[in-house]
C-alpha cells in the first residue's frame, strides 16, 4: 500500500511561486510512474506534469516554461514548483503515483491564485 501526502499549497497572488511536495510512503525508486494533476470547481481532473521511469518529464501545455516537477530520492518526495502563477492555476493539485499497475492518490491541496 502507497500512501501520498501533498503539502506546500496555499494563497499566492499573480505572478507568483508556490513549491508543492508529495511524501511517499514507498520508495519513490519503486514507482513506475509519478505526477501532480489538479481539479478547479467545475472541472474535470487534469494532468499537469508526469514523470515516467527512464523517460523526460511531460507538462500539459498550459503550464510549460512555468512548472517544474522533480524528485528528491533523498527526502523521498515529489515535488512541483510553480512560478509565474496565474488565476486560472487555481484549483485542488493532488500527487499521483504508479506503482505495480495500481493508481495511488493523495489527498490534495488547495493552490489559490489571487490578488
Known amino acids: 500500500q502507497v500512501q501520498l501526502v501533498e503539502s506546500g499549497g496555499g494563497l499566492v497572488q499573480p505572478g507568483g511561486s508556490l513549491r508543492l511536495s508529495c511524501a511517499a510512503s514507498?520508495?519513490?525508486?519503486?514507482?513506475?510512474?509519478m505526477g501532480w494533476y489538479r481539479q478547479a470547481p467545475g472541472k474535470e481532473r487534469e494532468l499537469v506534469a508526469s514523470?515516467?521511469?527512464?523517460?523526460?518529464?511531460n507538462y500539459a501545455d498550459s503550464v510549460k516554461g512555468r512548472f517544474t516537477i522533480s524528485r528528491d530520492y533523498t527526502k523521498n518526495t515529489i515535488d512541483l514548483q510553480m512560478n509565474s502563477l496565474k488565476p486560472e492555476d487555481t484549483a485542488v493539485y493532488y500527487c499521483?503515483?504508479?506503482?505495480?499497475?495500481?493508481?495511488?492518490w493523495g489527498q490534495g491541496t488547495q493552490v489559490t491564485v489571487s490578488s
Open positions: 499521483h503515483a504508479i506503482f505495480y499497475g495500481n493508481n495511488y
Open positions: 514507498g520508495s519513490i525508486f519503486s514507482f513506475n510512474g
Open positions: 514523470i515516467v521511469s527512464g523517460r523526460s518529464a
